[in-house]
């Protein structure tokens, strides 16, 4: 019986993994600073929702702007969508640490393979307050999930 926990403890292990994130300018010093990024579930699974984490932290309030969410897939951008920042959270967002939740349901019929995701948050004047891109991996519905 430890030995089925153990399995079943493995095989649910993958579904919340952190992400490496890397910035889009390194030499840029971003008002905020993206500490973290969580997907659950990692792989995505088409058809089923998608929740993207985002841990950061800023040195100012934050009181309006925009969230740009570009997808590529094999170098060719697949997706763009641009969000208010206060539809995505409660404004003004306080000085110090926060967590930007996005979820959402891709196409069953999306194919599975490594994506990449550009996150750009702006101001209400277009400065670009923090921007990050990391990959994410599209499964097999049908074969990870439906049974």
Not at 24 to 33: G, H, L, P
Not at 94 to 114: D, E, I, M, R
């Amino acid at each position: 019986m430890g030995s089925l926990r153990v399995l079943a403890f493995s095989l649910l292990l993958p579904l919340v993994c952190a992400t490496h994130i890397k910035y889009c300018d390194n030499s840029e010093d971003y008002v905020v600073k993206v500490s973290d990024v969580k997907i659950s579930p990692d792989p995505v699974v088409p058809g089923k929702p998608t929740t993207f984490d985002i841990s950061a932290s800023t040195g100012q309030n934050l009181s309006n702007g925009k969230v740009v969410i570009r997808v590529t897939f094999f170098g060719i951008q697949v997706h763009t969508e641009t969000h208010d920042l206060c539809e995505e959270m409660s404004c003004p967002i306080a000085a110090g640490k926060f967590v930007l939740s996005h979820t959402q349901s891709l196409p069953v019929f999306t194919p599975p393979g490594l994506y990449t995701l550009r996150i750009t948050m702006e101001d209400d004047l277009n400065q670009q307050l923090t921007c990050i891109s990391f990959n994410f991996r599209i499964g097999f519905g049908s074969l990870a999930f439906n049974s």
